[in-house]
């Protein structure tokens, strides 16, 4: 029962990388999420999708890009890697009918220097 | 728009003793749910309890449990017999269909 799985769980990059962190869940929920939480802080929404194909923008989406082709991946993409965007990354699902119950990927850690 | 309120950044509580965190919400929606999520120093975001807003009754698990005031929009948590084990930071959650709105969290220590 693999849940939410995200790869990889750490990445280092240098400044203007780019790289794609990887989020798929097999519980054929229809919404996922992107957060990003900073050290000592809460979440903060990046990207969302109520289904393949949809998504849209969280609070903090400018150096991000997502993409919903199936339900089961949501991948995002960090274009131009800045230090600012060092941080763990959390991915999330949720069925849209339901408890309600937010399920999260253990997270990816990424420094960028 | 819906807000979600932790007063209380950080918080201490002797092993054993009971502690409850605060969480406050706006919002003009009648039917939700409202969450307590705790995340170790492992990260992993765990469920620790929920609450459906038609239900009256306080939702319990075993150690923790809920005072849920719907018409004063508040939702605490309490945790009865601490242990090491609960040290760990605390997000209050509201969800309505796709919108999910965290707490900024509090932190909560056992002392030994």
């Known amino acids: 029962n693999a849940g939410v799985t995200q790869t990889p769980k750490f990445r280092i990059l240098k400044i203007g990388q780019s790289m794609t962190l990887q989020c798929t869940q097999d519980m054929n929920h229809n919404y996922m999420y992107w957060y990003r939480q900073d050290p000592g802080m809460g979440l903060k929404l990046i990207y969302y999708s109520v289904g393949a194909g949809i998504t849209d923008k969280g609070e903090v989406p400018n150096g991000y890009n997502v993409s919903r082709s199936t339900t089961e991946d949501f991948p995002l993409r960090l274009e131009l890697a800045a230090p600012s965007q060092t941080s763990v990354y959390f991915c999330?699902?949720?069925?849209?009918?339901?408890?309600?119950?937010?399920?999260f990927g253990e997270g990816s850690r990424l420094t960028v220097l | 728009a819906q807000t979600v309120t932790q007063s209380q950044p950080e918080m201490s509580v002797q092993e054993a003793e009971t502690v409850t965190l605060s969480c406050t919400y706006d919002?003009?929606?009648?039917?939700?749910?409202l969450f307590w999520y705790k995340q170790p120093p492992s990260r992993q975001m765990i469920l620790v309890i929920r609450?459906?807003?038609?239900?009256?009754q306080n939702a319990t698990e075993n150690r923790f449990s809920v005072n849920f005031q719907k018409a004063a929009k508040s939702f605490s948590l309490k945790i009865s017999d601490s242990q090491l084990g609960d040290a760990a930071m605390y997000f209050c959650a509201w969800n309505r269909d796709d919108k999910i709105i965290f707490g900024k969290g509090t932190r909560l220590h056992i002392l030994p």
């Open positions: 609450q459906e807003a038609y239900k009256q």
């Open positions: 919002t003009s929606e009648s039917d939700y749910y």
């Open positions: 999330a699902s949720k069925d849209r009918v339901g408890t309600g119950e937010l399920f």
